[in-house]
């Protein structure tokens, strides 16, 4: 578990401002980042992994600030970037390598306790039986969850995970959301996860940040996650949505949605 702090973030690209002046802390909490394309959201996540360069503002892993890639920052993508032709084992163990020669001859160097992480986090994301097959024979759900055991294997104390579930079918991105969630709990890792669909980030999250043209909107907990916040977030559509779909939720939860849409 760590604490990510960020404090006046700005990222322009040219004339475009894609974050401006965002602050927030988290701290040992799964939160979801909210936000229609174009947002900010990957632009958000890269800073914080040093994959990009903030324009200003400065971010804090635990207080000390970050610079770089940093081995306690695991990172979850959208497309999972994996390598195809090998086995889920030796992408959980290898990270994405780009190609397959390089991640075998990896493999005999990795010790004792990385490969005990990586089943670890395999059995986590529950493909312990599925280890061995290659990743190319799997589905897109079972591909993002070796995605996910991968971003672990490294024993991060912050995992950031952009759209990890775009690509995936309703029933496959709720079931990889939920694996994802136990990930975070059993690992003992503060998560930051983007998601533009609101139906399924107010089934997981225990706070929810709203970006808008690079602006922070909302920083709420999950009784404060109104469909008013999400209709100004996105506009009316994703709203009913959020009501009609959200089964999980109780009788009295869902009148509330229904009340206030
Ligand atoms: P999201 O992930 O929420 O869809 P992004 O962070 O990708 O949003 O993008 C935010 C804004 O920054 C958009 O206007 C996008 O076009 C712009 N942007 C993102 N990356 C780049 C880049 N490498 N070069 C120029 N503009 C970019
Ligand atoms: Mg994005």
Do not use: W
């Amino acid at each position: 578990m760590s604490t990510l702090t960020i404090e006046n973030l700005t990222k322009e690209y040219g004339d475009v401002t894609a974050l401006e002046d965002v602050s927030f802390e988290i701290d040992d909490e799964f939160v979801v980042l909210l936000g229609e394309s174009g947002a900010g959201k990957s632009t958000l996540l890269r800073c914080v992994n040093g994959l990009t360069e903030p324009t200003s503002g400065d971010i804090y892993l635990d207080g000390e600030a970050i610079s770089g890639s940093q081995p306690e920052v695991g990172m979850i993508f959208q497309q999972h970037n994996l390598v195809e032709g090998i086995s889920a084992y030796l992408n959980a163990l290898t990270g994405s390598l780009a190609d397959t020669s390089t991640a075998e001859s990896l493999f005999q160097r990795q010790d004792r306790e990385t490969k005990t992480r990586a089943l670890d986090a395999l059995e986590t994301v529950g493909l312990l039986d599925e280890a061995h097959q290659r990743v190319s024979e799997m589905s897109g759900g079972q591909q993002q969850r070796v995605g996910i055991a991968r971003g672990l294997v490294q024993n991060p104390s912050l995992v950031l995970a952009d759209e990890p579930v775009a690509s995936l079918d309703p029933s496959s991105a709720e079931s990889v959301m939920g694996y994802l969630k136990k990930a975070a709990t059993v690992h003992e890792v503060t998560a930051l996860v983007s998601l533009h669909q609101v139906n399924i980030a107010a089934h997981f999250g225990d706070r929810f940040l709203g970006l808008r043209e690079g602006r922070l909107m909302f920083d709420v907990g999950p009784d404060e996650l109104t469909p008013a916040l999400v209709d100004d977030l996105y506009g009316s559509v994703e709203t009913v949505a959020l009501a009609a779909t959200d089964t999980d939720q109780t009788g009295e939860e869902k009148q509330r949605l229904e009340v206030e849409v």
